[in-house]
Nanobody
Framework: QVQLVESGGGLVQPGESLRLSCAAS????????MAWYRQAPGKQRELVAS???????NYADSVKDRFTISRDDAKKTVYLQMNSLKPEDTAVYYC?????WGQGTQVTVSP
């Protein structure tokens, strides 16, 4: 059974940082492209960042140079380091292997 469990969300002020983690199980993690998505209230879910098995990364324009996606195949975990957070980054952040989704973790950026 595939499980994706996100953690690390919270309430921060603009300019601060957070690191999200997603612990995976139930599939061969090392061969999958992993991704982080987010969904803000009243908006569609959007791709934030992805990382292939070969460590090729892709970012939404809105987070380039601020967010970094990484993975640890030994720990079956994918991370999202978020720096210089802005109020518009407020959303529920989801981890995905493009077949399954986690339950999400709330990130709120507010003065």
């Amino acid at each position: 059974q595939v499980q994706l469990v996100e953690s690390g969300g919270g309430l921060v002020q603009p300019g601060e940082s957070l690191r999200l983690s997603c612990a995976a199980s139930g599939f061969i993690f090392s061969i999958y492209t992993m991704a982080w998505y987010r969904q803000a209230p009243g908006k569609q879910r959007e791709l934030v960042a992805s990382i292939t098995s070969g460590r090729t990364t892709n970012y939404a324009d809105s987070v380039k140079d601020r967010f970094t996606i990484s993975r640890d195949d030994a720990k079956k975990t994918v991370y999202l380091q978020m720096n210089s957070l802005k109020p518009e980054d407020t959303a529920v952040y989801y981890c995905s292997n493009y077949n399954s989704w986690g339950q999400g973790t709330q990130v709120t950026v507010s003065p």
